[in-house]
C-alpha cells in the first residue's frame, strides 16, 4: 500500500507525555498532553484537556500509556464541572489545577468534591500568590515552575507549603546543577528536559565503569561472536543471568514453560533478540541517570522491531539493537561517534546509528520524530500515524513489563 493512501486513513497523534521523577530518580508519574495535527487547527484548554483524558480513559486505557504510574492531566476551570461524574481513580491520576483558573466559589466547590472524592489535586505553576491561598488545603502537590521563580529566595518561600504537608514538585528542570540545587531544598519530584536529553560536557571521557559497560555490550553485539560465547559471557555475570531469565519467565516467552538456563533462553529468544536484551540491562547498570532514559531506550528498541515487523524493511532484532544504542550519548554523556569507535557493529547499524542512513536509519528517524512530538514526520515510511500510535502504545507496555521485572533497584 503507499504511503500517501495509508496515511490518509490516519489521525494524528493525539497524546504525547513527559516523565515525572521522585528523588531517587524513579518515574513517579507522567504528564499527559494533546497534540493536534496541523490540519486541525488550535485547540482551546477546555478541549485540550478534555481529549487528553477522554483519549487516555476510554479509548486507549491509562496501563498502556503510564504503566503502574500516575497519569497528571491538566484541567481549565469547567472541566473541573464537566467531569466531576467520571468514574476517576484517585489511586491513577493526579488532577492539575492551570494557573490561569480564577479561584471562584463555583470552582472551589468542584475542586473540594473532587478532592473529597479522594482525588489528588495539583496546582500548576505556582506563584506564591495570596490568590491561591483558598486553594491550598484542597491540594496534595505543589508544582513550581523553576525558570519563574528566584532561586535565592525559594528556600524561604517553600516553608510554609511544606508547613501544610504539600508534596513539592519542581518543573522545567534543564540542567544537573538545577536538579541537585532543588533536591537539596526538599523538592519530593522533578519534571524537565534534564531527564531525557544528553548531558553535554566538554571534553568529557568515559569513566572506567563506562568502559566495562561499552565492552559487554561490544561483545554481545559482535557479528562474529558465537552462541557459546554470548551464553558463557551472560552466564559469567550472575546478577545479568538473573535479571534476564526472570524477564523471558514473566513474559511467558517460553509459551508457559518456566526457562531455566541461558542456553535454553538464547535458543527460545534467538541469538539477536537476547544480545539486544542483555545489552539494556546492562545499560540499567550505569548510574547517576533518570530511568526515564532507560525506559525511552526500551521504547525506541521495541517500536524500532515492530517496525520492521510490519515493513519488512530491515531485519527485526537489527532494528531493535538500533533503538537500543540510539540512546547511548543521552546515557554516557558523550558523542556518539565515539561510542561507535569502540564497538564493532555491521555496517547498517553503524550508518543508522551514525547517520540516520539506510532502511534501520529511516526506521530510526520516524521513531525519534514521535518521541518529539513532531507534527511532521522525518521518514517516509509507508505507514499511517494511527498505526504508528498502536505500535507505540505496544512498546510501553513491554517496556513496563521490563521495568517491573529487570529494572528495578535491589532485586
Known sequence: ?????????????????????????????????????????????????????????????????????????????????????????????????????????????????????????????????????????????????????????????????????????????????????????????????????????????????????????ATLNDPDSSLDQIERLIAGDAVLSLKILRYINSAAIGGGRKIASIRQATVLMGRERLRALASLVALSRIEGKSQELFNQASVRANLCASLARELGSAREDAAYTVGLLSILDALLGVAMDEILSGLDLDTPLEQALRHRAGPLGEILRCVLSLERNDLKRDDSLPIGDQQLHGLWLDALEKTYALEQSVLKDGE
Request: net charge negative.
Open 1 to 217: 500500500m503507499q504511503a500517501a493512501a495509508m496515511r490518509n486513513n490516519s489521525y494524528a497523534i493525539r497524546i504525547a507525555r513527559q516523565a515525572i521523577h521522585d528523588r531517587n530518580n524513579r518515574v513517579f508519574g507522567y504528564e499527559l498532553l494533546y497534540r493536534n495535527s496541523e490540519d486541525e487547527g488550535g485547540a482551546n484548554g477546555d478541549q485540550a484537556s478534555s481529549r487528553v483524558l477522554i483519549n487516555s480513559l476510554m479509548e486507549i486505557g491509562l496501563p498502556r500509556i503510564v504503566g503502574d504510574h500516575y497519569a497528571f492531566i491538566n484541567l481549565t476551570d469547567s472541566l473541573f464541572h464537566t467531569f466531576l461524574d467520571l468514574p476517576l481513580d484517585g489511586s491513577r491520576v493526579v488532577l492539575e489545577v492551570l494557573e490561569h483558573i480564577e479561584p471562584t466559589p463555583e470552582v472551589l466547590a468542584a475542586i473540594a468534591e473532587l478532592a473529597r472524592r479522594g482525588m489528588p489535586i495539583a496546582l500548576d505553576d505556582y506563584a506564591f500568590e495570596p490568590r491561591w491561598d483558598p486553594l491550598l488545603p484542597l491540594a496534595s502537590i505543589v508544582k513550581v515552575e523553576i525558570p519563574a521563580v528566584d532561586l535565592e529566595r525559594l528556600p524561604a518561600q517553600l516553608d510554609g507549603l511544606r508547613a501544610r504537608g504539600l508534596k513539592l514538585l519542581a518543573e522545567k528542570v534543564e540542567t544537573p546543577a538545577e536538579y541537585h540545587r532543588l533536591r537539596a531544598m526538599g523538592f519530593d519530584y522533578f519534571q524537565g528536559f534534564y531527564f531525557a536529553r544528553p548531558e553535554i560536557v566538554a571534553g568529557r571521557r568515559l569513566g572506567e565503569s563506562q568502559h566495562l559497560v561499552l565492552r559487554l555490550i
